[in-house]
């Protein structure tokens, strides 16, 4: 089934300590997404790639940097995790062409920041 | 700024139908969304409704939108324990560079 796939699904890390987040992507879409949802809150948008074209939501920490080396993959790296960014972080997928933005979301990487 | 606005808590008995609303503050909404998510998952899509149109059935779930109002509404019939979830509203508005603008999601509990 084509899907979009998270890893890993959980993630400990030390204060400070870097973080990188793996998505993967085998429905071809163009456009891709990480968002962070703390509990009981809606999505927030960090970045979206289309295609190669980078897209850094202005409240985005400089903390969190993402790549998308090709269409299948992309990578939310954390390079100095505080306490504030444990989360859930979720990248989703679409197709990005003209009508309904569906997205489609992974499974989640649910990071905890000791 | 654009809005999306949920109640937070819904709870139904087993069996009886679920209206979960929102509303939505931007009037160039251009489609409206409802998406699920389940304890410790992602959110799956569940419909979603082209703004010129008011309303859209699938199976045991109904949109209803008020653009007038500027209200979405999901009906789900027959409450089952498996809809147990937090339900997210959200809209894409035009020229949103690939943004939809989320709801704070409800939750809604079934009673049995």
């Known amino acids: 089934d084509a899907m979009v796939i998270q890893n890993p699904r959980y993630q400990v890390t030390q204060f400070g300590k870097p973080v990188t987040l793996s998505c993967s992507q085998t429905?071809?879409?163009?456009?891709m997404y990480w968002y962070q949802q703390k509990s009981s809150q809606a999505p927030k948008l960090l970045f979206h790639?289309?295609?190669?074209?980078?897209?850094n939501e202005a409240d985005t920490p400089d903390n969190f940097q993402s790549r998308r080396p090709n269409t299948s993959f992309c990578f939310l790296d954390i390079r100095s995790p505080g306490l504030g960014d444990a989360a859930m972080y979720l990248c989703a997928t679409s197709r990005g062409r003209t009508g309904a933005n569906v997205l489609t979301f992974g499974a989640g990487s649910r990071l905890t920041v000791l | 700024g654009e809005d999306v606005e949920q109640s937070l808590f819904l709870s139904v008995r087993e069996g009886d139908s679920s209206v979960i609303n929102c509303t939505y503050t931007d009037s160039s909404s251009t489609y409206l969304y409802w998406y699920k998510q389940e304890p410790g998952a992602g959110l799956q899509l569940l419909t979603y409704i082209f703004s010129n149109m008011d309303m859209k059935q699938d199976q045991r779930l109904t949109v209803l939108l008020n653009k007038k109002d500027k209200h979405l509404s999901l009906r789900i019939a027959d409450t089952q324990t498996g809809d147990s979830a937090i339900y997210f509203c959200a809209e894409s508005i035009m020229d949103s560079n690939y943004q939809l603008i989320w709801g704070a999601g409800t939750k809604l509990i079934i009673k049995p």
């Open positions: 790639y289309y295609d190669k074209d980078f897209n």
């Open positions: 429905l071809n879409h163009n456009v």
